[in-house]
């Protein structure tokens, strides 16, 4: 009977065997290419300007822990700021685009087209705007950057709803605002989120490349570029790990908001696997 | 596969989560109005452009007029509206015609169309290298599985890490091997645009369904011959989408790689200069971010038109 | 006629216009359905069949010709939700979970959450899926998620319950199975039914009155009533009388003349 079988599931263990399965071979790989890498440098006697040993990146982070680290709240609150801004904007602007879908065409055309051009091209603007120190320039950058997907993302999820949905809706004799809350709503936010990872991303390069156009002495991006121009290339690694740790982190807690807030996710995650 | 559709998103929102229902081949006069709608669209972005002009030179008239702060209140503008924070939008477009130094008659719209050029061509050249790369990483991926399944996971979490912290790494490299900064650049370029294209890639060589693969299988078709005729073919939209990230990517990537070159030439380094030079003329930046962003626009909506020639036979979303 | 037509249709046109092409959909439709009812609108592809459930539905508007629906116009009854509808595909929201989606129809009703909660409790249990109210869409099978949309369809008691090919995306075996519930929730609702489908047993084995249609354009070509006894079985589908009405059935489906038969 098929009122006694789930159509998917399987047992814990399997879960637990996929999971080994899934990253033994990622964390081998990770070590291999670790090893290697340590091997060749100490062996050829590697220059460090080409790349350091794994080991002295990992004593330069230690030595300058403290620095680093406060680099690193300073840089990630710019972050924070700009993905927060550009996302309220983008969600603002295609709330109300979607009221309208006569202009969203043109106007998702536009965004599309301005999203090719090279945006970080902005830095030196928002440098002068707001000053080189101040947060709001490499955050407003970050905010340009995450606006666009943000925009197109959502409007799209909010007009593009199943017909056969619109139909049960108009079926049920919905109001146009209920339509909005239970279907437009929950169907643009696989949409919102998808964006928002691609976003969290946006917002690390944004503010690293606009503060290396300038910015507080005490932020990561100047760090880096101060370090391999000093030259300290060990240190200069260092803060691209750290760099490369804090994008990584970003769209980890991205990710994880999304299963939270939707716990209907796995359908659609398993639908394109 | 969480990693992978952020890869698209940006371009594609179609592959997007919502299930939409077949429709069928699209008849003569639905292509005609598809062209229609494409045109009007077009003209309708050209006029959000313009409303976007609007918007800044509104802006810059209150703020003229209120001087700055919300009236009755002591809460200030987030932007100056002076003609050093914000210049006329014609007397940046008027800098084009001007010359672009004292003394020299060239034009800065000029100056500034070379010197894109000579970042477009580093664009260019990194945008061959790195899909190149990438596409031959995605056939090997989908063939080699160890390789994939280890390496997979990394290139999805480098995409989500700030690559171009290491373009400063990069242009040391170019500079202790003697070569020219314009190979430095280009090298950065070509290592932003190849992961877009290997995901995208890799992704499209696993788009064909199983009924299609099963008939390849009845009729005998080899390993290769699956690939050749069923798997790249299946691939080519996913293939374009990769391209068109790579090349905005591969734009970035090139200014970024200016910026941190310190000499040489192209649209970053002019950017740069007329940052330091801002205050004897805000609207040169202006102008030369304008020029960027147009470029950048050129470049990627070329490869567009490429695509839409390329993928003409087939079914238009 | 006995009773009074809870759904009656005057001479319904609908048609297509598309390019410079007019396509006529439905032709002067004359059709009453009795409270209580279970009839079936049977026909080839394109005798306009779904044309004329959604016509009743409100979903698409007649060119010419009136309908009522107890007594009102398909508009009013459909804002006095005096209908329920299932599609072809279940169409539940993946959004929400089992209970949610049966809840759906009562919220926008503005039904407050004690008696949603209730109301789509006894429904699950009417379609036998109680077990599986708090699990989402994408758990359940094609065939559970077809009797979640049937529950969602009746969760507001409405009067008349409209059925475009229900069973249409089902397997056999399924849908066999689905065809006796359908009958058993029938009985227990005393729902009055339009039942699409170009399926001539199913139409046979579920029907009271079967509404047989000819294609280009849309017209009825026949009114066949199933006087095979309820409650129906599997054993049902064995008898000579199954047989009989099934051939009688097919008889008048292809002495109509229709471009192509029914599959």
Known sequence: ?273 | ?317 | MSEAAIISVRGVTKQFTGGNRTVTALEDIDLSIRRGEFVSLLGPSGCGKSTLLRILADLTEPTDGTVSLNGKTPGAARTDRDYGMVFQQAGLFEWRTVQRNVELPLQVAGVDKQTRRAKAHEMLDLVRLSDFARHFPWQLSGGMQQRVAIARALSADPEILFMDEPLGALDEMNRERLQGELLRIWSDTRTTVVFVTHSISEAVFLSSRIVVMSARPGRIAASIDVDLPYPRTAATRTTDAFFAKVTEVRTVLHGVPAEQAAR
């Open chain 2, 1 to 317: 596969m969480t990693a992978t559709r952020t890869a698209t998103t940006s371009v594609a929102a179609e592959g997007g989560p919502a299930g939409q229902a077949d429709r069928a081949t699209p008849r003569r006069s639905e292509r005609l109005s598809a062209t229609r709608k494409r045109v009007h669209n077009a003209a309708g972005a050209a006029l959000v452009v313009a409303v976007l002009a609007g918007l800044w030179e509104g802006y810059k008239a209150l703020g003229r007029a209120v001087d700055d702060v919300v009236p009755g209140t002591k809460i200030a503008f987030p932007v100056a509206t002076d003609d050093l924070s914000m210049p006329h939008v014609w007397s940046i477009l008027g800098a084009l015609v001007e010359p672009a130094r004292r003394g020299d008659p060239m034009l800065l719209g000029s100056y500034l169309l070379g010197e894109t050029g000579v970042t477009l061509r580093e664009s260019f050249y990194g945008l061959v290298a790195g899909s190149s790369l990438g596409l031959l990483l995605a056939v090997l991926f989908l063939h080699v599985v160890p390789l994939s399944k280890g390496l997979m996971p990394w290139l999805v979490a480098s995409q989500t890490v700030p690559l171009v912290a290491i373009a400063p790494m990069i242009v040391i490299w170019g500079g202790k091997a003697g070569a020219p900064p314009w190979v430095a650049v280009t090298g950065i370029a070509a290592y932003l645009a190849f992961f877009p294209v290997t995901i995208n890639t890799l992704r499209g060589l696993k788009s064909p369904p199983k009924v299609q693969l099963e008939f390849m299988r009845s009729v005998g078709a080899g390993r290769w011959q699956v690939l050749g005729w069923l798997r790249i073919p299946a691939a080519l939209p996913f293939v374009f989408a990769g391209l068109r990230l790579a090349a905005t990517a591969s734009v970035v990537g090139a200014i970024v790689g200016e910026l941190s070159a310190g000499t040489g030439r192209g649209i970053g380094r002019a950017i740069l200069t007329f940052a330091y030079y801002y205050s004897n003329g805000p609207e040169k930046l202006y102008a030369a971010v304008l020029v960027a962003a147009a470029a950048g626009i050129v470049f990627v909506q070329s490869l567009a038109l490429i695509e839409r020639v390329a993928l003409r036979h087939r079914h238009t979303r």
């Open chain 1, 1 to 273: 009977m098929s009122t006694t079988q789930l159509a998917r599931g399987t047992s814990p263990g399997a879960g637990v065997r996929t999971a080994v399965g899934r990253f033994l071979p990622v964390v081998l790989t990770a070590l291999v290419i670790l090893g290697s890498w340590q091997l060749v440098v100490t062996v050829f006697d590697v220059p460090s300007f080409i790349v350091p040993a794994p080991t002295g990146i990992s004593s330069a982070f230690r030595a300058e822990f403290g620095t680093i680290m406060s680099a690193s709240v300073v840089t990630v609150q710019e972050v924070l700021l700009g993905l927060v801004l550009g996302a309220v904007a983008g969600v603002a602007v295609a709330l109300a685009l979607s009221r309208f879908p006569g202009v969203s065409g043109p106007v998702l055309t536009a965004a599309v087209v301005i999203n090719c051009a090279p945006i970080v091209a902005l830095a030196p603007i928002f440098n002068n705007w707001f000053g080189v120190t101040n947060l709001m320039s490499k955050a407003g950058v970050a905010a340009v950057m995450v606006f666009f997907p943000v925009l197109v993302n959502t409007t799209r999820g909010l007009l593009q709803v199943s017909s056969l949905h619109l139909e049960i809706m108009q079926s049920l004799a919905a109001q146009p605002r209920q339509v909005a809350l239970m279907l437009r709503l929950p169907n643009a936010l696989p949409y919102l989120f998808n964006a928002l990872k691609l976003g969290s991303t946006l917002a690390v390069i944004g503010v690293i490349v606009t503060e290396y156009f300038g910015g507080p002495s005490n932020a990561l991006g100047v760090y880096i570029a101060y370090q391999a121009a000093l030259p300290r290339f060990e240190f200069a690694w260092a803060g691209i790990a750290v760099a490369s740790a804090l994008g990584l982190l970003l769209f980890g807690v991205t990710s994880l908001l999304e299963r939270l807030l939707m716990p209907w996710h796995e359908s659609l995650h398993d639908s394109d696997s």
